[in-house]
């Protein structure tokens, strides 16, 4: 007898064995059989119907920033919709584990755009912990939706640890700084953390009025620090999560030393961002991943670059834009808060020349974004550079004159990176990339890429109906299931007899275009914000996580994420609950 059975489907293991048309049972929350043979239905609470779809295991999202949102709203529904039924939070150095709830907030707000007043609100009304250990029972008390696995954030730690004056300071951290750092970072390992994130990006800025547009606590910290938490991370085997920076290219190659074993000692596995065919970046990303390939064999490195394998298109409101943060001038306009403050910032002459040599170094890409929303209704639809062609003056002119007249309520969108689709598919098999770099539950307003699995799957689908193959769907499904899983050290990823039950149902006849178009849902939770998301519930029929039918034909199970949990707590070594 079983819980539930899914019939008929082709089944999809995670290792990348070959599928096949297989009933799955499913008892006590895990996979009880995988049978050629029809299963005996007598008793069985439910059945799905899988008939000429494919029943994969969850995806995993291994880099988020729903430390916040999963305090408010923890079925995280606009991933699992998308079959991801495991995320992985406290990613590029943001946690809110150990520091205050003011000091998160300010980490928090303006690095991953999300409300400054609706993610301190957050924090006071529902922190309960004081440490690892209890954070993790904090999670494990709410209805989760999906499984969750975390990371330690380093500014987090650095800021807990220092005080958020002295982490973003001058001053380096003492000796009695350091053995405090390690024994917390090893506390959290104890509790089932992945491991360390950390950001070496320097346009990271802090929010709030305190320390507003100071960098990120992480990027303060010297190679002693990391070296005395990288030991931590050695001794234990797990994972260092960072982002080097494009303005400290150098750093690149530290970390791949880092990491580097040397046949001396424990490698130091390391997951890096990011592998983007961009459009205006020094270094191709072919070039990257060549170097880290060739140092993790030369080496004994075990390094990786998370990879969106989408492309990353991007949308704003105005001059709100993260990547903003990498300039200058436009960091400088994102230190003001207020609307007319930028304007007039804006308007002066100095100011405009600065931004022009900025726009000519770095970001030409403007020139064919595309205005989506404008109070001046005949600019929608047009390019900056189409505007300025118009107008007779330069697209950096005519961008700051158009945000000076309108604002936030300028939307326009760009394509900065994995514009070239042969690109793309070559850098979706390098064995130095691994998939993720979603950003999901951050950057609200500008990107949303909460269904990047079932593109990549739509692209293999798609090139082998063109007769181009770049890869085998069962190769894309391991790429997005049990190969994380077992990088980062998850019992999760692969769906065989005695796994958890966490598995998605897709229909391969929607995976089209669909899946492309973005749309946007309020957030009352977080103050009304409309984010964008992806709404095209055609490609996933169900959803189950530990076995229990979440999602199905586009609607949420009753009490999801509300008033029973189905996902858990996965920690490092440690056996699913």
Same mark, same amino acid.
């Given at each position: 007898?079983?819980?539930?059975?899914?019939?008929?489907?082709?089944?999809?293991?995670?290792?990348?064995?070959?599928?096949?048309?297989?009933?799955?049972?499913?008892?006590?929350?895990?996979?009880?059989?995988?049978?050629?043979? @029809?299963?005996?239905?007598?008793? /069985?609470?439910?059945?799905?119907? *899988?008939?000429?779809?494919?029943?994969?295991?969850?995806?995993?999202?291994?880099?988020?920033?729903?430390?916040?949102?999963?305090?408010?709203?923890?079925?995280?529904?606009?991933?699992?919709?998308?079959?991801?039924?495991?995320?992985?939070?406290?990613? /590029?150095?943001?946690?809110?584990?150990? /520091?205050?709830?003011?000091?998160?907030?300010?980490?928090?707000?303006?690095?991953?755009?999300?409300?400054?007043?609706?993610?301190?609100?957050?924090?006071?009304?529902?922190?309960?912990?004081?440490? *690892?250990?209890?954070?993790?029972?904090?999670?494990?008390? #709410?209805?989760?939706?999906?499984?969750?696995?975390?990371?330690?954030?380093?500014?987090?730690? =650095?800021?807990?640890?220092?005080?958020?004056?002295?982490?973003?300071?001058?001053?380096?951290?003492?000796?009695?700084?350091?053995?405090?750092?390690?024994?917390?970072?090893?506390?959290?390992?104890?509790?089932?953390?992945?491991?360390?994130?950390?950001?070496?990006?320097?346009?990271?800025?802090?929010?709030?009025?305190?320390?507003?547009?100071?960098?990120?606590?992480?990027?303060?910290?010297?190679?002693?620090?990391?070296?005395?938490? $990288?030991?931590?991370?050695?001794?234990?085997? =797990?994972?260092?999560?960072?982002?080097?920076?494009?303005?400290?290219?150098?750093?690149?190659?530290?970390?791949?030393?880092?990491?580097?074993?040397?046949? *001396?000692? @424990?490698?130091?596995?390391?997951?890096?961002?990011?592998?983007?065919?961009?459009?205006?970046? @020094?270094?191709?990303?072919?070039?990257?991943?060549?170097?880290?390939?060739?140092?993790?064999?030369?080496?004994?490195?075990?390094?990786?670059?998370?990879?969106?394998?989408?492309?990353?298109?991007?949308?704003?409101?105005?001059?709100?834009?993260?990547?903003?943060?990498?300039?200058?001038?436009?960091?400088?306009?994102?230190?003001?808060?207020?609307?007319? +403050?930028?304007?007039?910032?804006?308007?002066?002459?100095? %100011?405009?020349?600065?931004?022009?040599?900025? %726009?000519? #170094?770095?970001? =030409?890409?403007?020139?064919?974004?595309?205005?989506?929303?404008? @109070?001046?209704?005949?600019?929608?639809?047009?390019?900056?550079?189409? !505007?300025?062609?118009?107008?007779?003056?330069?697209?950096?002119?005519?961008?700051?004159?158009?945000?000076?007249?309108?604002?936030?309520?300028?939307?326009?969108?760009?394509?900065?990176?994995?514009?070239?689709?042969?690109?793309?598919? #070559?850098?979706?098999? $390098?064995?130095?990339?691994?998939?993720?770099?979603?950003?999901?539950?951050?950057?609200?307003?500008?990107?949303? $890429?909460?269904?990047?699995?079932?593109?990549?799957?739509?692209? !293999?689908?798609?090139?082998?109906?063109?007769?181009?193959?770049?890869?085998?769907?069962?190769?894309?499904?391991?790429?997005?299931?049990?190969?994380?899983?077992?990088?980062?050290?998850?019992?999760?990823?692969?769906?065989?007899?005695?796994?958890?039950?966490?598995?998605?149902?897709?229909?391969?006849?929607?995976?089209?275009?669909?899946?492309? *178009?973005? $749309?946007?849902?309020?957030?009352?939770?977080?103050?009304?914000?409309?984010?964008?998301?992806?709404?095209?519930?055609?490609?996933?029929?169900?959803? /189950?996580?530990?076995? +229990?039918?979440?999602?199905?034909?586009?609607?949420?199970?009753?009490?999801?994420?509300?008033?029973?949990?189905?996902?858990?707590?996965?920690?490092?070594?440690?056996?699913?609950?």
């Amino acid at each position: 007898m079983f819980d539930l059975i899914i019939k008929g489907g082709r089944w999809f293991d995670g290792a990348g064995s070959p599928s096949a048309i297989r009933d799955l049972g499913v008892r006590g929350g895990r996979v009880a059989a995988v049978s050629a043979e @029809p299963l005996p239905q007598a008793g /069985c609470r439910r059945v799905l119907d *899988a008939a000429g779809c494919w029943v994969l295991p969850g995806f995993l999202d291994v880099h988020t920033h729903y430390d916040i949102e999963v305090l408010l709203s923890p079925g995280l529904p606009e991933s699992v919709r998308h079959g991801v039924t495991t995320v992985v939070l406290g990613n /590029c150095s943001l946690s809110g584990v150990y /520091c205050s709830p003011d000091d998160a907030a300010d980490l928090f707000s303006r690095v991953e755009a999300l409300p400054h007043a609706a993610v301190l609100d957050a924090l006071k009304r529902h922190r309960s912990w004081s440490g *690892a250990d209890e954070y993790v029972r904090a999670l494990l008390a #709410r209805p989760l939706g999906p499984n969750v696995a975390a990371f330690l954030g380093h500014s987090d730690l =650095r800021a807990y640890v220092m005080g958020l004056g002295r982490a973003v300071g001058a001053d380096p951290a003492t000796g009695q700084d350091l053995d405090r750092m390690a024994a917390l970072l090893d506390r959290a390992l104890d509790a089932g953390f992945l491991g360390l994130s950390t950001v070496a990006s320097t346009h990271c800025r802090l929010d709030g009025d305190r320390f507003r547009s100071a960098r990120l606590p992480s990027t303060f910290a010297g190679w002693q620090e990391y070296r005395a938490l $990288h030991r931590v991370l050695r001794a234990r085997g =797990r994972v260092l999560q960072s982002a080097p920076g494009s303005a400290r290219p150098w750093n690149t190659l530290l970390f791949l030393l880092a990491g580097a074993g040397l046949w *001396a000692r @424990p490698r130091l596995k390391t997951s890096l961002l990011a592998a983007l065919d961009s459009k205006t970046a @020094p270094v191709p990303a072919g070039v990257l991943t060549r170097v880290t390939a060739l140092a993790n064999r030369l080496l004994g490195a075990e390094v990786r670059w998370q990879h969106l394998p989408v492309p990353y298109e991007l949308y704003a409101d105005g001059i709100d834009l993260g990547i903003f943060e990498e300039f200058g001038a436009t960091a400088a306009a994102l230190h003001l808060r207020q609307e007319a +403050e930028r304007a007039r910032l804006l308007s002066r002459r100095a %100011y405009r020349r600065w931004f022009r040599r900025d %726009y000519d #170094r770095r970001f =030409r890409h403007l020139y064919d974004a595309g205005i989506v929303a404008c @109070p001046d209704e005949g600019l929608v639809g047009r390019s900056f550079g189409e !505007v300025a062609g118009a107008r007779r003056r330069h697209p950096a002119e005519t961008f700051l004159d158009l945000v000076v007249a309108h604002g936030s309520r300028l939307r326009w969108r760009t394509t900065i990176a994995n514009h070239r689709p042969h690109v793309l598919d #070559r850098l979706a098999g $390098h064995p130095a990339v691994q998939m993720g770099f979603a950003e999901s539950g951050a950057h609200l307003r500008n990107m949303a $890429h909460y269904n990047a699995p079932l593109r990549l799957l739509q692209r !293999v689908v798609a090139a082998q109906a063109a007769g181009r193959p770049f890869m085998t769907v069962e190769r894309a499904v391991h790429r997005l299931t049990g190969e994380p899983a077992d990088w980062f050290g998850l019992r999760a990823g692969t769906l065989r007899a005695g796994d958890r039950a966490d598995l998605v149902v897709v229909d391969p006849a929607g995976l089209d275009d669909r899946l492309a *178009a973005y $749309h946007e849902a309020p957030m009352p939770d977080f103050g009304g914000v409309r984010r964008m998301v992806n709404r095209s519930d055609a490609a996933v029929r169900a959803v /189950c996580v530990a076995g +229990e039918p979440v999602f199905e034909g586009g609607v949420f199970a009753a009490g999801y994420g509300s008033t029973r949990r189905t996902g858990t707590f996965l920690g490092a070594d440690r056996r699913c609950a």
